[in-house]
Structures are given as C-alpha cells and as structure tokens.
C-alpha cells in the first residue's frame, strides 16, 4: 500500500507529489494584485456585522439598539456547539438590530448588527493567553471559539469544531495554495505576516499533535514560499511542499488527494483519512487570538479586477460594506457595460446585489471586471464532447448530472452523487457551448435539500398527527368507560331498591357522592399546595390558593347540608336501611369536622372506602381551617404592624380593615359598573348591527358607542379601555360573523 | 407389485415433499410475516403530512389507504404536481392534473393568530390535526410556527376571524438558485 504514513512522508521529503482527475488551468491575473502591500482600510462610518457568518447556527444578540460597544466586544453568544460569535469590528454606537442586505448570492435580507463608528476604534481590553501550552486544551479551544473564528478560506466552518477532534491526526496540512485566478488575499498575508501563521500553527499542533505538518502553497507565490520556509526553519516537523499550479488544487478534497494520495470518501471528512485543514488565514486568526487576544474582527480582502484602478489587498473590517472598498480601489464603473460585481473569484464566487452588501469572515476576495474579462455568451446545447468529464476533479460525469438536473430527475442525479461536487467550475470553465453547468447544480441541490427538509418536516407532523389521535381515542374510550360505570351504577341501585321515590334518592345520593369525591380530590390537591411548613410565609400564592381552599369549603358545607336535609326528608318518609346508614356517616363526619381531625374511631365500619373519603375531606378541611386561621391572624398582625407600627389598637385596626375593605368593595363594584355598561354598550351594537341589518360589523361605531356610555358611567384606566375596546370589536365580530353565516344559511333555506 | 410399490414410493415422496414445503411455508408466513399494508405506508410516505382533510378524507393516512384502494391520485392540493408525479411513478398509473374540486396548489403557508384578538375561546386548538397552537380557555393562542402544517383548519373555526394564513417567507436557506435569473459566475477568461 502506497499511501501508509512513512511512504507519505519520505515522497513529501523528496518533493514527490501525486496528481488529481482533471483541472483546469486559467489565466493566473495574480499579479494585478499582489505587487502592494496589505492596506489599511478607513474605517468606514457605518458597520453591517451580519449575525451569522459562518456554517452552523447563529448566537443570540447580547446587545440592544443605542449602546456604545468597544472594538471586540461580543455581540452574540451561545451554548450551542455550532455556534460562532461576532464581535464589533471597531468601537461605536449599535444604530440597529434589524434586516440588512446579505453576503449571499440571493442577497436576502438577514439579521445584522449596523455600527455607526466612532472613528477612535478603541479596544475592550484584551486577555491573551500567551502560556497556552501550560493551559488545558479545552481551555485553548474556548479561547478560539470565543475569538469567533471560522474557517476563512471560503466555507466558514467552525474552527473549534475542527480542532476539538478526538481522533488521531497524522497530517495536519496548512492551505496555502489558493488557486483561484485573481485573488491575492493569503499571498499577501503569507508573504507579511508568515511568522504569526507559523504561531497559529504552534497552537493548532499543540491541540492536534499531528505526526507531520504540511504547509502547501502553488509554485506560482514563490515569495510566499520563501516567507514560510524562513518562519518554519526552526521547526524540522513543518515542511513546506510547493505544490503544481492546477485549479482547483486548493480544494480540500484535491489538496489531500496531490499531498498523500487519499482520498476523502463521500459524505466524509478529511479526519476519516487522519488528515485535518487550515487555512492560512485561521491560522493567523488563532495565533491572533492566542498571542495577542484579539478576536477576529478584521480580515484581508483583494478588491482587483479591470474595472478598479488601484487593485490591491485591505485590512478590511468585518461588516465594511463594499462600496467602502471601491472607493478605496478606485473602482472605475465606465469600464463595465453594466455595473457588476462578484465576491470571491470568478471560478466559484457570485454576483452581488447591492453595494452596502458587508465584508464578512468568509470574503476573500471583490472581483470588478471590465467589459473585456466579463464575457457572457448565450447558453447552448450539449453537443457531448466529454470536455467537462475529462476536467472535473471529483471524477463526476459533469454532463449527466446536467441532463438530470435540468430535467428535474433529482434522485437520478443523486445516483450519480451530485452531492460530491464541490461547485468548482472546471466544467463551466471548459464547456464549449457555454453551458453554466455548476449553476445547473446548485438548483438541484438546493432543491433536493428543501425536498429533504420538507420530508423531516412531514415526518413530525405525521407522527404528531398520529400521537393526537392516539390521545383522542383514549380520551373517547376513557369517557365511555365514565358512562358506562355510571350507568351500572344507576341500574344497581334501581334493581336495589323497589319504588320509585327510592330510585330518585339512590340516584340523588349516587350524584352526591361523585361530587363529594370530585371535591375531596381538589382539596387534597389544594391541601398539598400549601404544605405547612409553607404556612408561614406571607406570600401572594399562598393567599390565592388560601382562597381557593375556603371556596371549595364552602361549597363542600353548602353540598353537605343540602344532601342532609334531603337524607333527612327522606329519613322520616321511607324505612330503608341504607340512606339511613349513610345519613348517619355524614351527620357523623360533619361533628367531626367540626371538631377535628379525628374521624376514624366514631364513623361506621360498615362503609369503609366512603368513610375513609369522609375522613379524609374532614381531615383536609379541618387543616384548611387551622391554615386560614393561622392566615388570618398573621395577616393581622402584619396589618397592626403596618397600619400602626407604635400601638396595636385593635379598635383602630378593625376600623381601618373594614375601611380597606369597604374601599375594595367599592372600587369591585365600580369595577363591575364598568363591566356591566361595557356589555350594554356592546348588546346595543350588536341590536343596532343587527336590526339595520349590516352584515359587516362597523368596528369603529362600535368602539365609539363603547366608549361614550363609558365615559357617560365612569373614568376608567386606559388599560381596561383598550381591552374593552378589543372584546367588543371581537364581539362585533363574532356577531358579524354568525349574521353572515345565518343570512347564507336562510338563504339556502328560501331555496330548498 | 412392482408398479404399485413404485405408486406408492411415488405418493409417499411427494407426500413427504408437500409436507416440507408446506412447513417452510408455514415457517416462512410466521417468520416474515409483513406487519400492515406497504402500499399504504409507501402512499402515506408521499404524502405531504399537512393533514389538512382538502382531499376528503380526515387526515393523509385516510386517503394513503384509499389511494391503495383505487382512489384518485390528484385529490392533495397541498402536496401538487410533484405528489401527483411520485403517486404515479409508485402506482404505476398516469399522472393526472390536479383536481381542482379539492383546491389549487398554492405557496406554504402558516397560521398566524393576531393575539390581540384572541379571545381565548380554544377553538383553533381543538381543529389543529398536529397541536401546532397552544393555549388554553380565556389565555391568548399562539402558532408554533415550525409545527404549523398550514393545513388551514384553524381559520374557519375562529369566531373573531384573528387567525391569517400568512406565506412562510424566504430566507437564505431556503433560498434556491434562479436558473433563470442572471448567471451570477460570468466566464472571465
């Protein structure tokens, strides 16, 4: 086997590389670039800092519209794993949170941050983490993460992701390569600022420990090769393999087939084959992050093309809009026939929509090109040449994922792994009829990907769908079951007994029973709301349930006394045995309730189960009892306290209760008042609605006739107002609704 | 003798054999036994699940099995065209236009309750076929906007017509190339 780790090794030593399928070779236009060194770009007045800028999902905004942030403070957070924050690229003032043109080629508004700048780009201050090798790993990871730091080479994967792997690594290669014509932007950077990468490589073999470390840069930057060598002297584990000038060797699929002949199977990741990749630019990112603590807030961007005067690279602000960048370029608009420009290389970027569209933590490169380098011609038919197969480094059959595709055969185009491709455009590149073939295949994909989405989404409705009539049914079956006990019951008790007027006291006390047990369970829950220990707290919750507790002993007692007199009627009219056994336990029970919690040794034995239920309603309401009056006196106390801090007159204290009360008593019916001429406004809207036979409701009348007889009755608070306002237009509504459906229905009526 | 003893050795091996078999039949049906009706799960598969009863049937799984019985196929609005093409290729019949007697394929949409409006009546909760709402009696409603199948149902109940059915809008990623709109990559040779 020709591709084991040492055989790897020994050809990389002897600059002995392998080849990938096809590749194209277009012309390199490097040049028009990459003569100047990296500029600093102004700062331009008003930031676009787009939420989310990477693959994965986006943070929550820790900030808010009108605060002042200084340069690096995090905008985002979050605890999900896929998550990058953002910070601000320079300090200023957060204008606002909202919608903003987006760097994507829909140009969809997203969710983004706009900065009006201060101009004086201050720093939050900073925390580098210059011993990260006597810090834990995770610690080091936290730290990039923190920095926000994706992939920069264009897909803007999570860095933390990559580097928090736990497999085995034994090549950790460095891209350099950059293969697209015209940019410049990790040339540049390698060529300034090799030594840093070289430190950013320090960090990422310190949390990888990778058996060899490949730096790969194309033969056509020999300056930037040169730089590197010098910066990794000193380390003999890091080797600098000038690699052959082919596009799309950069691919990181390509790039590790040329370095160590393995290939990436489908669906994988480059950890499968013990390979991890950076770019050259996280690689700075980290070193920046680590050294000197600085999250990435900047990066560098070629603005080139023929359309600009002065290409070159910029330091450029994250979220700098790009106009700020062809002014700084000299961006000529005469020398197009229409206004056009593309982020990322003219291989694989796409066109942008609008000029304020924000640099953002992927864009490398703002391509201009003049009349001359842009030519479109019109698309034409396949003529089969092949051309496209013979070029495309993923060894696809370019022309058949086109016939699928452009005939809507989507699984067809999935059999052959249209998902493989990595929308190089070799195949564009070359195709002799023009055809925008990789543009064919990113509809497919992006329609099998909506497909796959909307069958996940079917998925759960459907299991929803049938969990609720799985719920249904038992809810059905469950009252049924309620009937039908019910019913046995009542035939029970008719079979029982002989007449008639025994039946009805049967079934009567059937009916009170149910009910008493309905009660006992919602005291017991009650009572177990306020547990004890609890009792002591002065607490609005307490209070409430407090009241619920007495309401439902009202009850209980009213209930009680009633089913006693009926017993009692029917006591001395009929010499059944049974109701009499019954009455007993609940005269029994009721003492007991009254005096305490003891039942058990006074009740009959003969009705065990209702007896116990007796005495354990006895028992809840004799603690409800104790609870309320421990309430009571407590919440008298805290009035004497309040009311009269100096001397608890109780004469005073229950002068001021019953004032208090008489106030609330008032404003209750006050309040009720309201209520009470907000329904007649609102039954005198819908009589008017009704008689003058408007199917419509006019919700403006009759917000206003509301208004008015409330006015007429009382001042209220606006509050109750606008809610009021909002029932009777509901109201209105609703009646509007009923007219309309009653005038249909009597419409059909005078037809049958 | 000889011709009835070869009858016999003949009735006898086929006997043994017909019996073998029919026991690995008989162990086959146990052992592979199919649980329900494929079809019917193949159709229900298809369907688009937004359980919206336009077909005239309560729910997709009701019309799956009336598909597998010799239903129509163009009866889903919500699932269109392309429903009615993998229904065909599945059920190897023709593929049909859309009957418009049970609606027209329109762009997704979701429920939308203006809260304001609520009145808490629980209505829209009871016809929701995936409990996509949530809320209870005399509390405001709401859409759980991912769950929302946009099936529709919720709208006719509301007595004080504050549920909209509002078109999902777009974003980046559900966002899909225009192959007819300007080719963003120009050849820059």
């Known amino acids: 086997m020709d591709n084991n780790f040492d055989d790897i090794v020994k050809k990389l030593e002897n600059n002995e590389l392998w080849d990938f399928h096809g590749g194209v070779f277009p012309a390199e236009q490097k040049t028009l670039s990459n003569q100047n060194l990296i500029a600093q770009l102004p700062l331009s007045k008003y930031l676009y800092v787009p939420v989310k800028q990477h693959i994965g999902v986006e943070g929550q905004v820790i900030v808010s519209e009108g605060q002042a942030v200084l340069k690096g403070e995090p905008l985002t957070q979050s605890s999900n794993p896929f998550a990058v924050p953002i910070h601000a690229p320079s300090s200023g003032k957060i204008l606002s949170i909202g919608e903003h043109v987006s760097a994507h080629p829909s140009g969809l508004p997203e969710l983004t941050i706009k900065i009006e700048t201060d101009q004086q780009d201050r720093w939050l201050p900073l925390t580098p983490m210059v011993d990260y090798q006597k810090q834990s790993k995770m610690d080091v990871i936290g730290a990039i993460c923190n920095a926000g730091i994706s992939g920069m080479g264009g897909a803007g994967f999570p860095t933390h992701i990559k580097i928090g792997t736990t497999k085995q690594v034994e090549f950790l290669i460095i891209n350099g390569v950059e293969c697209e014509p015209y940019i410049t932007s990790d040339d540049r950077l390698m060529r300034e600022h090799a030594w840093q990468i070289r430190q950013g490589i320090d960090v990422l073999c310190h949390l990888l420990n990778p058996k060899c470390v490949v730096i790969a840069i194309e033969k056509n930057k020999p300056e930037a090769i040169e730089a590197m060598e010098v910066a990794c002297k000193e380390n003999s584990n890091y080797q600098v393999v000038d690699i052959p000038t082919k596009y799309p060797a950069g691919g990181e699929k390509q790039l590790i087939q040329v370095l160590t002949n393995r290939e990436v199977p489908a669906k994988g990741l480059p950890i499968d084959v013990g390979v991890i990749m950076h770019n050259v630019g996280t690689c700075f990112a980290v070193s920046d992050a680590i050294f000197s603590g600085k999250p990435l807030v900047q990066r560098v961007v070629t603005v080139t093309g023929g359309a600009v005067e002065t290409p070159g690279n910029f330091w450029a602000p994250i979220g700098t809009p790009v106009s700020h960048l062809f002014n700084e370029a000299n961006y000529n608009s005469k020398a197009q026939k229409q206004p056009q420009a593309i982020m990322g290389g003219p291989m694989m970027g796409f066109s942008i929509t609008d000029e304020s569209v924000p640099v953002v933590k992927t864009t490398n490169c703002i391509l201009l090109p003049d009349a001359k380098e842009s030519q479109t011609r019109k698309e034409q038919a396949c003529i089969r040449c092949g051309a496209c197969a013979d070029v495309c480094p993923a060894n696809l059959l370019p022309q058949q994922l086109f016939w699928h595709a452009k005939g809507k055969e989507l699984d067809k185009a999935q059999d052959y792994n249209l998902f493989d491709c990595i929308e190089c455009g070799a195949c564009a590149y070359v195709c002799p009829s023009d055809i925008p073939l990789v543009h064919y295949y990113r509809v497919a994909k992006s329609e099998i990907k909506l497909e796959q989405d909307e069958k996940v989404k079917a998925d759960k409705a459907r299991e929803r769908f049938e969990k609720r009539a799985a719920r249904l049914i038992a809810e059905q079956e469950a009252r049924d079951e309620k009937h039908r006990l019910a019913a046995e019951a009542r035939k029970q008790a008719m079979s029982d007994s002989g007449n008639t007027a025994k039946d009805k006291i049967a079934a009567a006390l059937a009916r009170a029973k149910a009910k008493k047990e309905a009660t006992a369970k919602g005291m017991s829950n009650a009572d177990e709301s306020i547990a004890p220990h609890k009792a002591n707290e002065n607490s609005g919750t307490k209070a409430s349930s407090n009241e619920r507790v007495q309401a439902a002993i009202a009850r209980a007692k009213a209930k009680k006394e009633a089913a006693q007199k009926a017993l009692q009627q029917t006591e001395s009219k009929t010499a059944n045995l049974e109701p009499t056994e019954i009455s007993d336990t609940d005269s029994a029970d009721s003492k007991v309730m009254l005096q305490d919690a003891d039942v058990a040794d006074t009740l009959d034995n003969k009705d065990k189960p209702a007896i116990d239920k007796k005495a354990k309603v006895a028992a809840a309401i004799a603690k409800a009892k104790a609870k309320k009056l421990a309430q009571q006196r407590e919440e008298k106390e805290a009035e004497n306290s309040i009311g009269y801090p100096d001397n608890a007159n109780s004469a005073v204290e229950k002068n001021t209760k019953e004032t208090q009360s008489d106030d609330i008593q008032a404003e209750n019916l006050a309040l009720k008042k309201q209520r009470v001429a907000a329904a007649v406004a609102k039954a005198k809207a819908k009589k008017l609605a009704a008689n003058s036979d408007q199917v419509i409701a006019d919700d403006v009348t009759t917000k206003q006739d509301t208004l008015q007889s409330l006015d007429k009755d009382n001042k209220e608070s606006q509050g109750l107002d606008q809610k009021k306002q909002r029932i009777a237009a509901a109201v209105a509504k609703a009646k509007a609704k009923k007219a309309a459906k009653d005038a249909s229905q009597k419409t059909e009526d005078d037809k049958s | ?189």
Not at chain 2, 27 to 49: H, M, N, R, T, W
Not at chain 2, 76 to 87: D, H
Not at chain 2, 88 to 108: N, P, Q, R, W
Not at chain 2, 159 to 187: L, N
Request: charged share 20%; net charge negative.
């Open chain 2, 1 to 189: 003798m000889s011709l009835s003893f070869a009858i016999f050795t003949a009735l006898c091996a086929i006997g043994v054999l017909a019996l073998i078999f029919g026991l690995v039949l008989g162990f086959a049906a146990v052992k592979f036994k199919v649980q329900g009706d494929p079809l019917v799960e193949q159709i229900d598969e298809i369907l688009p699940q937004t359980q919206c009863g336009q077909c005239g049937y309560p729910g997709c799984k009701p019309y799956a099995e009336a598909i597998a019985n010799g239903d129509d196929i163009n009866k889903c609005p919500p699932g269109g065209e392309a429903t009615i093409k993998k229904l065909a290729d599945l059920m190897g019949v023709e593929a049909k236009s859309l009957d418009a007697a049970h609606g027209t394929e329109d762009v997704k949409k979701v429920a939308f309750i203006r809260e304001a409006e609520c009145i808490g009546c629980t209505k829209c909760i009871q016809a929701c076929p995936v409990d996509a709402i949530l809320g209870a009696a005399k509390q405001m409603h709401t859409v759980i906007t991912d769950e929302c199948t946009g099936c529709d149902l919720c709208v006719a109940p509301c007595p004080v017509d504050c549920i909209d059915m509002v078109p999902v809008p777009q974003s980046t990623a559900s966002w899909r190339w225009d192959i007819d709109k300007s080719i963003p990559i120009k050849q820059v040779k």
